[in-house]
């Protein structure tokens, strides 16, 4: 099974208007953190935001906010007020284990969303 | 503060042939992870170093390698390459000390194999 699945490729948004990117997650161990990483078309992956399994509150940084719903295993990116400069391929991963030697990320397969002027 | 730098950013590489890609990290972070990104497709993990040392290993051949030296800068290396290593790799670094162990990512080097 997919352990990181994001089932939009692609995704276009009229400017200034709100926008939720879907990811669900896959895991048996109870401490995780999930993490959302923006690449544009120069190819450099830039940290957005992350969630640890355990932190009770959703986590937001600026436009930035992550839907944070444990039970139903899903990580959805909520980007407000979207912005010509958001057109990107975003991606979300997963760390699996809070513990040394669990410090690879799983990616997904990405959205490629597109902001419309 | 500079970022994760990487070199060179193209790499054109016929089949066969022995490709090095080279990493330096965030001042101050100890650990370096490569990635490798094909056309179309999501980030699949290589390989991670920390403190000089291979700590993980992704699924990949073993001609896929590295090493980090001790300025904590590191090398890829592809051997006997093959058409489908053609991909944008990436390389990260973090501190594992921080408290989301957070990976900054490096505009990554671009392998063409003819």
């Known amino acids: 099974a997919q352990k990181i699945t994001q089932t939009q490729p692609g995704m276009f948004v009229q400017e200034k208007e709100a926008v939720t990117l879907d990811c669900t997650y896959d895991?048996?161990?109870?401490?995780?953190?999930l993490f959302w990483y923006k690449q544009p078309s120069s190819g450099e992956m830039i940290f957005l935001i992350y969630?640890?399994?355990?932190?009770?509150q959703n986590a937001t940084e600026g436009r930035y906010s992550l839907n944070f719903q444990k039970a139903r295993k899903s990580a959805n990116l909520v980007i407000s007020a979207s912005q010509l400069g958001d057109s990107a391929m975003y991606f979300c991963?997963?760390?699996?284990?809070?513990?040394?030697?669990?410090?690879?990320?799983?990616f997904g397969t990405g959205t490629r969303l597109t902001i419309i002027p | 503060e500079a970022g994760v730098t990487q070199s060179p950013t193209h790499l054109i590489k016929t089949r066969g042939q022995q490709a090095t890609l080279r990493c330096s990290p965030i001042?101050?972070?100890?650990?370096v992870y490569w990635y490798q990104q094909a056309l179309g497709l999501g980030l699949q993990f290589l390989l991670w170093?920390?403190?000089?040392?291979?700590?993980n290993r992704g699924n990949f051949p073993p001609r896929f390698s590295g090493r980090q030296f001790p300025n904590y800068s590191s090398e890829l290396n592809v051997n006997a390459l093959e058409l489908e290593d053609s991909a944008l790799y990436l390389c990260?670094?973090?501190?594992?000390?921080?408290?989301?162990?957070?990976?900054?990512f490096g505009p990554g080097t671009r392998l063409t194999v003819l």
């Open positions: 990260a670094s973090s501190n594992l000390g921080s408290e989301d162990n957070e990976q900054f």
């Open positions: 895991t048996s161990d109870p401490s995780y953190g």
């Open positions: 969630q640890g399994s355990y932190d009770q």
């Open positions: 991963a997963m760390r699996e284990g809070l513990g040394f030697g669990n410090e690879k990320l799983t």
């Open positions: 001042s101050g972070h100890t650990s």
């Open positions: 170093y920390d403190e000089g040392e291979e700590r």
